[in-house]
């Protein structure tokens, strides 16, 4: 199964960073190496203005709202445009809004209805090197800007340092010292003009969904920092049994969400921010649990929720 995901990058930065400008550049260069690319952009307001810049290209639009929070239904049903034999892609960019969380993306690109289905190989974060030590100080007081702004470094894969072209050279080492600070020197950096990068670099995988069954003897060698891991047919948990697990792994989990049966009861999970909330869950998905999060430890995950016999 993990051979037919559809591979997914994800471009997320602030509003007018370059994201559309990259886009363009990895499109162009996909095409090169003959591969068939989809896109879906999403807009904050109801009319795209872009969308003339992909004329030709299988592109699906998510408008009025961010796909990471009021529009996140629409946009998993949009998503299975993809899935079509018409429409068939290689690979597929979404560019989210410039005030996006990406780790919401990722996260809704990972639910049980879409897990089976496409993989989100690396998120993309296109920084405006001419602009961020201003919007830094700009946004100072704003808690909430202030989050959304480091969300989309810090739940980033790779970062462009963008528009490099206008700026000093000491200005460029300071903001990529602050950068690596902030991100604690584990995200590559890649400093642009124009989102020019090397494409290789643009399309490496650095982030992994994997598959776990009960009963499998398989192994996987994880190589990537960040993971969504799947148990499909997970034990049988109670809620309090099914916290208790979380939290033995809470050191790297971000993010853990699933179907569970609790005495012949559906439900739908979800486990955010330490901690987890049941809603009665009626459609027709198989039970699994989806765990997001930084190294996580798949070994341990495999042993405390696979079944034992
Ligand atoms: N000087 C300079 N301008 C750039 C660079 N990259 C992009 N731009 C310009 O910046 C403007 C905004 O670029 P976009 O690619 O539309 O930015 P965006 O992040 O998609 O914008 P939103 O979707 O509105 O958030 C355009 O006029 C680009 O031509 C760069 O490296 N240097």
Redesign the pocket.
Known sequence: MLNEKLPVYVLT??????????LLHILKNCKKRGLRPGILLNELGSVNV?THLFENEKLVEVLDGCVCCTVKEDFKKELGYFLKSENKVDLLFI?G??VADPGEIVDAVASPELFDYFEVCSVIS?VDA?RYLEYNSMFSSSKEIRKMLSGQIENSTLILL?????ISAPKKEKILKKLKKQTEGRIEMID????AADIDLLLKQRMEFVQTKQYTSEHHTVNHTFQAVKITDPELLNGKELERKLSQVSDSLIRAKGIITIDNERYHFQYASGSLSLQPYQNNVSDCIILIGYKLPVDQIKALFNRSN
């Open positions: 930065g602030f509003l007018g960073s370059g994201k559309t400008t990259a872009e560019e809004t410039g296109v001419s963008n528009k490099t072209d206008g642009t003009q124009f989102g």
